[in-house]
């Protein structure tokens, strides 16, 4: 059966689809990268789905749950180079891509990954100086 | 069949595992380009064969998807038919709403293919099968 593979470029997991998703090439890939997750203690994953050209509601279900284990497993995922084509039918299809960010490259999704980790180290450091309540701190933790 | 247009002779692929979706996907892409149908058209038309070729596996236990090249005289487009002997339908009203599903599903397939293409028709009889019949025309 053919495999997705999944690359550790730095501080993240790069995850390129080249393949039409089937049934137990999706399985295969929610399994390999929540184990790569663990494994390599990344905080974002990115997902590229520039050879893709289309993305329909399984493709669509597929990335949603990857978003969702990799989120319960302290991972942000961004999905990058979708073709404008897909995002015009994406739209019309009426799919929201819950929980899933998108940014237009590889390059930008690591920048958007590293700005969001960097957001919520910032915020977790907000809510251990609770204690102070000046109006900096209260626009952080709102 | 109630539409307008001449069509050739059409290419059947009978749906029963997945691969099949994806050779459905395959073979609508080929005729629309064919027809020159433009990127964003054939990218619409192709999602939707997607969709309703997994519904006619899932919801109708499989069947089939006859692809066929139609001309009006004016344009010419692609015409798909899905067929399942499935259990059919019970209430078409709500199989069409966003969101709303039987199955595992998002809810789109039907409601979200018949916004893809230009003319959506879909026949459905209770314990018999569904019919669905999709035309995109180039512009």
Do not use: C
Request: a negative charge; glycine letters at 10%.
């Amino acid at each position: 059966m053919e495999r997705v593979p999944v690359l550790k470029i730095g501080d993240f997991l790069l995850v390129s689809i080249q393949v039409d998703m089937e049934d137990q090439i999706a399985l295969q890939l929610q399994e390999d990268l929540s184990a790569r997750i663990v494994e390599t203690g990344v905080h974002g994953v990115i997902i590229d789905i520039t050879a893709l050209d289309i993305v329909d509601s399984f493709v669509g279900r597929m990335l949603s749950t990857i978003a969702a284990i990799s989120k319960v497993l302290d991972a942000e995922t961004v999905v990058v180079g979708m073709r404008p084509a897909v995002a015009i039918t994406l739209v019309e299809l009426g799919l929201s891509l819950n929980g899933i960010r998108t940014a237009l490259n590889v390059e930008r999704g690591m920048e958007l990954l590293a700005r969001a980790r960097e957001d919520e180290l910032f915020l977790d450091l907000g809510d251990d100086d609770s204690a102070e309540t000046d109006s900096d701190g209260a626009a952080v933790r709102s | 069949m109630g539409f307008a247009g001449a069509a050739d002779a059409g290419e059947t692929i009978v749906i029963s595992s997945d691969e099949d979706v994806v050779r459905v996907r395959q073979l609508t892409r080929t005729v629309a380009v064919r027809v020159k149908l433009s990127l964003v058209d054939q990218t619409k038309l192709v999602t939707a064969a997607s969709e309703l070729a997994r519904n006619t596996l899932v919801y109708g236990g499989g069947g089939s998807a006859e692809v066929t090249v139609v001309d009006s005289g004016r344009r010419r487009g692609v015409r798909i038919v899905f067929s399942d002997q499935g259990p059919g339908i019970a209430d078409l009203d709500l199989a069409l709403t966003d969101g709303w599903t039987s199955g595992g599903g998002l809810g789109l397939g039907l409601s979200g293919s018949r916004r893809l293409v230009d003319e959506f028709d879909i026949q459905t009889v209770v314990g018999e099968g569904t019919r669905i019949t999709v035309t995109k025309w180039s512009r």
